[in-house]
């Protein structure tokens, strides 16, 4: 009896071995390529900018002024933020028209301060409020209850 030709491949088979390997990693290849494109496609468009995280202090100096100061935190774009509030803020003198901070070209830091002059008396709530690049989401940084 011939127990040789039961441990010997015949040759027709032997290409079946790397073909199912080379079909394997392509597979896994592909679905590799899926779950990476759809991780970062699908979570692209929910990156958010995160608003900053800094302190401030108000003040009010005279009747017709307030003042706002960065105590410290992160910087903030100085075109990013807007006082609001009331309705006696003169608009031709806030600090996001002329760009008012002290010592501060585009960012504002530690130190910083900018006095919006009012049109009355204070009064009422006003806020330092923050926008997103883009406009697409607003956040406020600061509120003052004036006397």
Known sequence: MNLNHLFTAEDDTR????????????????????VIGTFVLGLGD????TSPNAQWTWDQPATDELELT???????????VIVT???NIDSTNDCDVNNDWSDSNAEITAGD?????????????????????GGGSS???STYDAN
């Open 85 to 87: 509030g009331g309705d």
């Open 70 to 80: 960065h105590q410290g935190g992160d910087t903030v774009a100085v075109d990013r």
């Open 46 to 49: 929910q990156v958010q900018q």
């Open 15 to 34: 290409a079946v071995s790397p073909v199912i390997g080379v079909i394997l990693m392509v597979a896994i290849t592909v679905i590799l390529a899926a």
């Open 139 to 141: 956040s406020t940084l």
């Open 113 to 133: 301060t900018c006095r919006n002059i009012l049109t009355g008396d204070a009064g009422g709530t006003y806020r330092l409020v923050w926008t997103a690049d």
